[in-house]
Each structure stands twice: as structure tokens, then as C-alpha cells.
């Protein structure tokens, strides 16, 4: 196989390691022995993590380093307005401005907000885009991790800070405003959203055979070089050690992945999750440890798979059926991992001939 390689693109960082519910999807493509078409492959760094794309080439397409410049274009205007390191970002002015004064806003960075505030309420909280303060506090912001626990005062004091229903968006006049001091961070769906802007991109090439991956949030189009559907697999939880829990086959999908097995602390023997539940402003302490979500689009994808890891297996699944998503959960019994899934994400395990 050939492969075709732009030169990579470095941004000033974000906080998609370290941001509340959200781990880095630990999706891999499962290579084939035998390959019927040549595809051309991209890679780089942005957003502070490392993006790839896998894609056929069609006749009179442009040049995969016209292609690559392009794609890192995209990501760059995701960071600059999105990325909460950066300074001068959309974002970054808006988390400075007055509380109560409207703030006009960029289309891409409504429909951001639009989809996750949704996400937040549908949730009934469980995911929430202000919750940073918390975050900060339990050691899983950019400050130093902790080396004890946040007192019951702390804890209060930070969840005056957090609170969705205190950001007003007004889509049709494209502004927003703080009505308290909270603090906008998109960490959460940002990179499902720029996986989305990618293969938007490749379609506008006229591109219908590819694969987009950001961080480990994925969007899969057409036929893979083998000539069927992509394969892809779901990393099974296991903290010190990589194994796969579930390879299906897909296509025309977004996939994401969120868990909270691999970024934590323990204390006094106790493990303390990355995984902050905004409405107690305490680590999540349940058993499911892993959500992979199937959607349309990823940037949906990415922030209900954040949700859905808050919320524990029991509502996760039952919020997954009332609202028709497709779910592949893993939850921890004992030293056994479960899985469960919604009824919306059976026809995948179907069509990739899998049972449980």
C-alpha cells in the first residue's frame, strides 16, 4: 500500500485529555491482509491531539498535499475558535466578556453550542459545558494533579460557577451572553464537530470512500479499500493493557467513544474518576466504565457518548431508548465486563454477524 503524508499542523493545545467526560475514543481500524484499491492516507497533529484520514481517490481529484492543506485549514479554524488555550479564540473572548452582554458568535460556533446545550438538557445535567471549575478542582485541569480530596466547601463553592442555564444563546441574531460567571468550554463535542468538518471537506471533493478519525472519534463514508464496510473496534477497559472488546463493520456513521478507566486518582485506596458529574460536583462512582455511541454526524455522536458516561449504565441505557440512540455500553462486574446495548445499536452487531 502507498501512502501519502502533509505535513503536520501544531496548535497551542486543548483541553480534550483533561475536560470533564471525555477520554479519547480508543477506536482502531482493523487492517485487512488483502487490499483491492490503492488509498491515500493524511496525517497531522491539531486541536492537542493527532488527526488521520484514509481515503479512495477519484479521477480529477485534487492532490492529496492540496487535500491535506485544506483538511489542516479546517482544523485550524475549529481551534481558533473553539480552543480555550488559546487566548484570542471565539471562545476565549466570550469567557471574557461582561456577564449580561450579548457577544455576536460565528455560525459554526452556534451550532456547537446549540447541539451541546441540547445534549445538556436532554441529559437533565449530566452533561453540562460550563463545568470546568469542577473539573479544575478534583486535579484533572491543566493545574497539577491533586494529592488529597476537595473539602464539601470547595465543592459548593465551584458549583456556583457551573451551570448551563446561565449561557443564553440566541441562534437567529447569532450571539450569546453569560449571565453569570460561568465559562463556555466545548472540549466535549469540539472534536467530533471538526471530524465532521473533515469529511464534509473530502465530500466536496467528491470523495464517498473514506475514513476520518480525530482523536479517536471517528466518521466512516462508502466502502473501505478492501471493498466493504469499514472495520472498526472498540478497546475493552482494561487499565495497563489493550485488548479489543467488539470490531463491528460500518458505514456512513459517526462513532465516539468516552470512558474512565485510564485518567484517575486514588486515594486512600479509592479510585476518583475524570468523569464529573456537574449536578453533585463529584467524581462519577458507578460501574460503567465505557460508552461508544453510533450517530449520523460525530460531533453528536462525541458529546452524548460524554453524557452517557455521567450517567451510569441503568439511565444511560434508558435515556439512550427514550431517545432512540445507538449504544454499545461496557459496565464492570466484579472482574468480569458486561455489555449492554440499546435496541437502536443491535442491527449493527447484526450486520457485523456478532452476538452476545
Not at 478492501?226 to 489493550?242: I, K
Not at 486514588?266 to 476518583?272: L, N, P
Amino acid at each position: 500500500m502507498t501512502a501519502t503524508s502533509v505535513g503536520q499542523s501544531h496548535s497551542s493545545g486543548w483541553l480534550f485529555c483533561r475536560a470533564a467526560g471525555v477520554v479519547l475514543a480508543f477506536l482502531v481500524l482493523l487492517t485487512a491482509c488483502e487490499r483491492q484499491a490503492l488509498p491515500v492516507e493524511l496525517s497531522g497533529e491539531a486541536m492537542g491531539t493527532t488527526w488521520h484520514v484514509t481515503y479512495l481517490p477519484v479521477a480529477g481529484g485534487a492532490e492529496p498535499e492540496v487535500l491535506g492543506r485544506a483538511l489542516e485549514e479546517r482544523l485550524a479554524a475549529v481551534n481558533a475558535s473553539m480552543s480555550t488555550w488559546q487566548p484570542d479564540s471565539e471562545i476565549s473572548r466570550f469567557n471574557r466578556s461582561p456577564p449580561g452582554s450579548w457577544v455576536p458568535v460565528s455560525a459554526p460556533f452556534a451550532e456547537v453550542v446549540a447541539a451541546a446545550l441540547a445534549i445538556g438538557e436532554l441529559s437533565d445535567g449530566a452533561y453540562d459545558v460550563t463545568v470546568g471549575p469542577l473539573v479544575e478542582l478534583w486535579g484533572f485541569g491543566p493545574a497539577r494533579p491533586r494529592l488529597d480530596l476537595p473539602g464539601d466547601a470547595a465543592i459548593r463553592a465551584q458549583r456556583e460557577l457551573v451551570g448551563q442555564q446561565f449561557l443564553e444563546l440566541d441562534r437567529e441574531q447569532r450571539r450569546m451572553r453569560r449571565l453569570r460567571e460561568v465559562e463556555l468550554d466545548l472540549s466535549s463535542i469540539a472534536k467530533g464537530y471538526a471530524v465532521d468538518l473533515l469529511a464534509e471537506a473530502l465530500q466536496t471533493q467528491r470523495i464517498t470512500d473514506f475514513l476520518v478519525e480525530v482523536g479517536g472519534e471517528m466518521r466512516l463514508s462508502g466502502t473501505s479499500p478492501r471493498g466493504d464496510a469499514w472495520r472498526v473496534a472498540v478497546e475493552r477497559p482494561q487499565p495497563g493493557a489493550r485488548s479489543v472488546a467488539l470490531g463491528i463493520a460500518l458505514t456512513d456513521v459517526a462513532i465516539a467513544t468516552s470512558g474512565d478507566y485510564r485518567n484517575y486518582f486514588e486515594v486512600d485506596g479509592r479510585r476518583y474518576s475524570h468523569s464529573i458529574d456537574p449536578r453533585t460536583g463529584r467524581p462519577v462512582a458507578h460501574d460503567l466504565v465505557s460508552v461508544t455511541v453510533i450517530a449520523a454526524d460525530c460531533m453528536r455522536a462525541d458529546g452524548w457518548a460524554t453524557a452517557l458516561t455521567v450517567l451510569g449504565a441503568e439511565e444511560a441505557l434508558a435515556l439512550a431508548e427514550s431517545q432512540g440512540l445507538a449504544v454499545y455500553l461496557l459496565r464492570q462486574e466484579g472482574e468480569r465486563i458486561v455489555p449492554l446495548y440499546s435496541s437502536a445499536f443491535e442491527p449493527w452487531l447484526e450486520a457485523s454477524n456478532l452476538t452476545h
